[in-house]
């Protein structure tokens, strides 16, 4: 059973500053025009957390007017503060509209900081969603805007909000890398309540690790320095926290007692979020306590809750929880239902945690009903999710960053103390060189000269190491980058010389053509040309690249395309939509024969009879990082009886072969036309 752990996700500060209520709904009496667009967005933001129903009323009210004013500030603002009045709704659909209208403002309005700011808030809104990758892109988009800005606060938000997301997904070591960068960069600022939040999460990554010293050690570290803060919420959440480290030690009674002092202090906020992951933890307590009727009363209080909050992630779980508990009442249909419902859950979150459970809980409810086939099935899944998750090339990426993390904060605390030392031995000087003048001054001005005699031989010393060491540091450096200058060179001498050795292969193949009669061999030559020209292409391409591992695509099939050996067919148009997008050789030889194989395939064989026609190719880049090339044709089509795995054609086994390098996929379409989607990475 999967207990809920309570991680800290920050939104960036409010930006419009809260006057005095009662004198902002005066002043709006008196104004007009744009000052009065700015009261309305300052009442909306005033009532944001108390009267939702008033403040968008305000913020609406500000946004048609700043409309009617074409006041593109006040727009951003007023759609801000609809979008955190519908997202504190939880009707994350309308808030990400206004946060995007509110975004293109800002940008209009050329206000970086607010368009950070907003990118944070639509992550968040993504985040609750459970939309967790692209959540990510508008975190990480967020996060270079804060780094243009320097604002070190708004980066350690950020790296903050992209750890919970990778714990959630259950993938630590990603987690913990963002935890410990989030702490650092709060250190820097003197932060005190964003490093006791980044403890917080630290210590819930070790927890589910099962590494509960360290687990206890971050959230006690918390918890006293919420308390030296007098952060109520703060100190709930830890003991929370705590509760889970004593709960998987067994502890139950120590554990129940951290849960019910946590779901008092949410019952006084009204955290309804906080309250449902106490719910689900008493609940798992009383079932290990063997109080199964008390155990499914706070699971079935803790559901409630969650689908009231729209929380997927603690549906799934929570569900899952339950599953298990009617499995022990020997309720096994019910049981089902709730492994089934979780699971589905869980694959579309791709939450690998609730996943590993749902597993679990289905191969001991087959087990129990003697489908033993079914039972080992999902067993070597729970297997397989459970290696995933704990390999050991997470474990040592976990080690190496605590490891790093460890040297830098020991090499600051050496900084530390050299400095101290420095400071204490020239007072020591200081207070020496006093007791000399009063009691000898000659000898104090002879220690004085040989003191800075000392100095100057030791300073003439040292400019001379650090001279000479400059040196050979230039030296090194000019032999680095001869050698580097060396390497291009010779890269693009290799790139050259493979372009010309295949234009003379294609010199030989033009030459022989001309004593062929047969036509069937004449095409296959000519194809064969086309194919050494293709790969010619791409290495001429990468000799005239900067870096001579990549090149860019468009204009690789635009000229591809003028050098393929084509029948003079006026009345075949060749259409091109294709998106500027740089590949590596790996890529660009494989996509260039399949266009060579396609291209050549649709003269010949779509448009018979000297048929109009049209070949569409298009390429573009996905969100996903996954390139769709697609080639289409309006002609005859493929046979009905075309079987794309047993087609004697070389082409298209040409193709099947390089779609395979490529480790992507194909899907042929003949549908008015013959289309070829094919989508890699």
Known sequence: MKKIVLLLIFYPLVLIAQDNISELEKKLETVSGIQKVDVLNNLANSFLYDD???????????????????????????????????????????????????????????????????????????????????????????????????????????????????????????????????????????????????????????????????????????????????????????????????????????????????????????????????????????????????????YMKSLTLSEEVQDRYSIANTSNNMGFLFLKMGNNDKALEYFERGLEIAEELNALELIKESYDGLQQYYYKKGKLEDCLEYYKRYEDIEDSIFSQNTKKEIAKLQMQYDLDSKQQEIDLLQKDNEIKLLQLNRQKNIRNFFFAGLLFLIFLVLLVYYAYVIKKRMTESLLKEIEERNKIEQQLKQSLKEKDVMLREIHHRVKNNMQIISSLLSLQTKYIKDKDALQVFRNSQDRIRSMALVHEKLYQSEDFSSINFAEYIRELIDNIHLPERHNIKITLDLEDVIIDINKAIPCGLIVNELITNAFKHAFPDNQDGEIKISMHLGGDNAYTLIMSDNGNGLPESFDWNETSSLGLQLVSGLVRQLQGNIDVVSEGGTKFTIIFK
Not at 83 to 111: C, K, M, P, W
Not at 120 to 144: C, L, R
Not at 151 to 166: E, H
């Open 52 to 298: 939702t129903e008033k403040s968008m009323s305000y913020a609406q009210q500000a946004l048609e007017l700043a409309q009617e004013e074409d006041y593109i500030l006040g727009q951003a603002f007023a759609h801000e503060n609809l979008g955190n009045n519908f997202e504190s709704l939880h009707d994350y659909q309308q808030a990400v509209t206004h946060f995007i209208a509110a975004r293109d403002a800002y940008i209009l309005a050329n206000r970086p900081a607010s368009i950070a700011n907003i990118l944070n808030y639509i992550g968040i809104v993504y985040d609750n969603m459970n939309e967790y990758p692209t959540a990510i892109g508008y975190y990480k988009q967020s996060f270079d805007q804060y780094k243009e800005l320097q604002d070190t606060l708004g980066m350690a938000m950020i790296v903050n909000n992209m750890g919970g997301v990778y714990d959630v997904l259950g993938k630590y070591d990603k987690a913990l890398y963002y935890y410990l960068l989030n702490m650092q960069y709060n250190k820097v600022i003197n932060n005190d309540d964003g490093v006791a939040s980044s403890m917080n999460n630290i210590g819930n990554v070790y927890q589910a690790l099962k590494d509960y010293d360290k687990a206890l050690n971050y959230l006690q570290q918390a918890k006293q320095m919420y308390k030296a803060l007098d952060d109520t919420t703060g100190i709930a959440m830890t003991v929370h926290n705590i509760g889970i480290i004593y709960h998987d030690q067994g502890k139950y009674d120590k554990a129940l007692e951290a849960y019910l002092s946590s779901m008092q202090s949410d019952l006084k906020r009204n955290d309804k979020v906080g309250l449902a992951a106490s719910y689900n933890n008493i609940a798992i307590v009383y079932d290990e306590m063997n109080k199964l009727e008390a155990s499914k009363e706070y």
